[in-house]
């Protein structure tokens, strides 16, 4: 019985989509900050949006891909992708929520804008970990 080729790649075409928008809203959040060009932080915001939304779609196609290709064995890299993952959409749930509810957080006179680029920071650190290890397997 072969695979339906769909499955398999539900989480290469998830995770690649994620690992792209977190980092780019990411800079473009730094672009706001050097330019202060209004049209980066609310595009910023949209690639957190996105990003936020394909994290549990990565996680669970994975965790379904780790069941099936690698029969749920547990090994540090597969640890770590958990840990990660978990990390990555507890990040991405709050960095949308706070920007949801406080518009203003990323504006020059907002005494948080270094916190909330920090956890952006983190964030995109986040994903971009759990990309190298993701690669560890091609």
Request: glycine share 10%; net charge positive.
């Amino acid at each position: 019985m072969t695979k339906n080729p769909w499955f398999v790649h539900t989480h290469h075409i998830s995770s690649h989509f994620t690992n792209a928008l977190m980092p780019v809203g990411f800079f473009l959040l730094c672009a706001y900050f050097v330019t202060g060009t209004p049209s980066f932080e609310p595009a910023s915001f949209y690639c957190f949006i996105f990003g936020m939304l394909g994290g549990p779609f990565a996680f669970f196609s994975g965790f379904a891909d780790w069941r099936t290709r690698f029969q749920g064995r547990s090994t540090q890299i597969f640890n770590h992708k958990r840990i990660f993952g978990v990390l990555f959409m507890v990040t991405s749930f709050g960095i949308v929520a706070w920007r949801a509810m406080n518009g203003e957080v990323a504006a020059p006179e907002s005494d948080y804008r270094y916190y909330y680029l920090a956890l952006v920071a983190a964030n995109s650190g986040f994903v971009t970990y759990l990309g190298y290890l993701g690669g560890k397997f091609i």
